[in-house]
């Protein structure tokens, strides 16, 4: 071995520095991407879950003259029409995909159309108003989607 050649390296070489941060921006991408396709997903799943009930509570009108859990014919639900829909036989969606559940009653909200909501709990704000872009009006002070406190609501 020659005296002048050493072997002794102590850094890395500018271009192995390089490769490693541009593998280590390549894995980031990866994650933020398959991050924001399950949000999609999930939003698109919960608008589906939406439509679904809607859907059920519609049809049920449509064969019964009344809606379910409207006890006294006065258009009101009193009770959670999700259970009656399901013992009936209708499709319904009683969880949403952030893990909440759904319901469907009448609510009277101060300041607020009052009316008949199916309503879920535990829909992240920021994915909320995606969902209301995709079922009203984008705008979730407004329209028949709202989010009220931490519950969104769909006014039928």
Request: proline share 3%; charged share 25%; with cysteine.
């Amino acid at each position: 071995m020659e005296a002048g050649i050493r072997n002794n390296r102590k850094a890395f070489t500018l271009l192995e520095v390089a490769i490693v941060l541009i593998l280590i921006g390549i894995l980031i991408g990866i994650v933020i991407r398959g991050t924001q396709t399950s949000y999609t997903a999930k939003v698109n799943a919960t608008v589906e879950c939406y439509r679904v009930n809607l859907y059920a509570v519609e049809n049920y009108f449509n064969i019964y003259r009344r809606y379910p859990g409207d006890y006294d014919g006065d258009g009101k639900i009193e009770n959670d029409a999700i259970p009656i829909l399901r013992t009936n036989g209708f499709d319904v969606k009683v969880e949403n995909p952030f893990g909440g559940t759904f319901n469907v009653m009448w609510r009277n909200f101060p300041g607020v159309d009052s009316g008949n909501y199916i309503y879920s709990d535990r829909i992240p704000i920021n994915l909320d108003s995606l969902i209301d872009a995709k079922i009203d009006d984008g705008n979730l002070e407004y329209g028949r989607y709202r989010r009220i406190s931490n519950v969104s609501y769909l006014k039928f």
